[in-house]
């Protein structure tokens, strides 16, 4: 039986598909979202997408979140010969960290990130304030799944499934005119003295 991602529509975490959380509310990470079939997934409100799971999976990449990493934390795994990570500061999506990737300046993909051994990495003589030394072991255990919008095509995704998306009605926008004493835009038509000068707008 096909397996299916609710996505919320309405709002992205950076580049990252926010999906219907397992216990409620919305989450990136791909191993905390729900699953629904094909049947509960087209039975929500029109703003919720249903993704085909083995797509979006084929597409995941690794994140990390930097609320759930300390240094202190990782600190006690950086020994002689480890293999670590750099962090670019300033640079995010979402609230994911970037990392050095030589070829590209940084990735927000760990699995793409540039691997030394902390004696590479502290050879290089980069400053806190330029890059970040992670442990690769820490970041693993803290990495999480998601998939970036840039990452998938919800067109291609559905096709074979026999689902089709239901266009979100548009909602028709309230009619604004300027006032006649003050210019400011007040509702069109408007039955009420203006509250800013008073004057009278009615038809």
Same mark, same amino acid.
């Given at each position: 039986m096909s397996q299916f991602y609710l996505q919320d529509s309405r709002s992205y975490v950076g580049d990252g598909l926010t999906f219907w959380a397992l216990g409620g509310g919305y989450t990136t990470d791909l191993d905390k979202a729900e699953l629904f079939t094909k049947e509960q997934a087209c039975g929500h409100r029109e703003t919720d997408i249903p993704w085909p799971k083995d797509y979006v999976d084929a597409r995941a990449h690794l994140g990390v979140d +930097?609320? @759930?990493?300390?240094?202190?934390?990782?600190?006690?795994? &950086?020994?002689?010969?480890? !293999?670590?990570?750099?962090?670019?500061?300033?640079?995010w999506n979402g609230n994911d960290i970037a990392l050095a990737h030589?070829?590209?300046? +940084?990735? @927000?993909r760990f699995e793409k990130a540039h691997r030394l051994? &902390?004696?590479?990495?502290? !050879?290089?003589?980069?400053?806190?304030e330029e890059a970040v030394i992670w442990p690769v072991a820490y970041l693993i255990a803290k990495a999480r799944r998601l998939v970036h919008k840039r990452?998938?095509?919800?067109?291609?995704? &559905?096709?074979?499934?026999?689902?089709e998306l239901t266009k979100a009605k548009r909602r028709q926008s309230a009619s604004i005119q300027n006032c006649g004493g003050c210019g400011r835009f007040v509702p069109s038509p408007s039955y009420e003295d203006c509250r800013h000068c008073d004057h009278d707008n009615r038809p």
């Open positions: +930097h609320q @759930y990493i300390s240094l202190e934390e990782a600190r006690d795994q &950086l020994s002689p010969g480890c !293999a670590v990570v750099l962090q670019i500061p300033g640079h030589w070829s590209i300046g +940084h990735t @927000y051994t &902390l004696e590479a990495a502290q !050879a290089i003589g980069n400053t806190p990452d998938v095509n919800i067109k291609e995704a &559905l096709q074979g499934t026999g689902i």
